[in-house]
């Protein structure tokens, strides 16, 4: 079956620190991969997504790229911000497992950034 | 163009009481989600439908639980009867049939007392 292992949290870090969490996968078939963001009190918004092997995702300074041979998706920022606080879920979607290809989440990192 | 929108944002009822939840998909979409999320479980796929038929509903914890959706701008959740630990935030999404991302609500926060 379909697995997203994330790295566990919470992470706290400083303002203008490098942010890594890290994302693996396990899929049947040729997945597409996702990044969602959910802000205090808020919903999932989607923050990047990358289709196919060595594609790379980017949005408001986050990156990930989707690597095909370590099975991974890590999420990467140069420099947080306070404002970058959030609870920061890593999924995929599988078309070998119907055509709704819902979503498998990994289980959410905490970021807080301190000013 | 409006995403998808649920409510209540927030409920708190009490033990026993019927919940029902409800959902407007992005207009156009085929497929709509429900989801939950708790802290012990992270979050999970309850039911989705295509083209308002339900397809999967294996993730549905218990018979105290149902979906409906009539037509393609509006679905139902309903607990009944609720208990405690249905309290969790409950999420509706959709997506296009030829698209590749789901698109979520703001999610109805449910605390059963």
């Known amino acids: 079956g379909n697995s997203v292992t994330q790295m566990e949290g919470p992470v706290t870090l400083s303002e203008e620190a490098f942010l890594t969490i890290n994302c693996t996968y396990t899929a049947t078939g040729y997945p597409s991969l996702f990044w969602y963001v959910q802000y205090p009190g808020e919903g999932l918004q989607l923050l990047l997504k990358a289709t196919k092997a060595d594609d790379k995702g980017s949005n408001k300074g986050f990156e990930a790229t989707y690597r095909k041979e370590t099975t991974s998706f890590h999420l990467e920022k140069g420099s947080v911000q306070v404002s970058d606080s959030a609870v920061y879920f890593c999924?995929?979607?599988?078309?070998?497992?119907?055509?709704?290809?819902?979503?498998?989440f990994g289980s959410g990192t905490q970021l807080t950034v301190l000013p | 163009d409006a995403g998808v929108i649920q409510s209540p944002r927030h409920e708190v009822t009490e033990m026993g009481q019927e919940v029902t939840l409800r959902c407007k998909p992005i207009?156009?979409?085929?497929?709509l989600f429900w989801y939950r999320q708790t802290m012990m479980r992270g979050l999970e796929l309850l039911i989705y439908?295509?083209?308002?038929?339900?397809?999967?509903d294996s993730g549905m914890p218990e018979d105290r639980f149902s979906a409906k959706m009539p037509n393609a701008s509006f679905s139902t959740l309903k607990i009944q009867p609720s208990e405690p630990r249905d309290s969790a935030v409950y999420f509706c999404?959709?997506?296009?049939?030829?698209?590749?991302?789901?698109?979520f609500g703001e999610g109805s926060w449910l605390t059963v007392v």
């Open positions: 999404a959709s997506r296009l049939l030829s698209g590749n991302t789901i698109y």
């Open positions: 207009s156009g979409h085929d497929y």
């Open positions: 439908f295509n083209n308002n038929v339900p397809i999967d």
């Open positions: 999924a995929l979607s599988d078309p070998s497992s119907g055509s709704a290809r819902q979503l498998t």
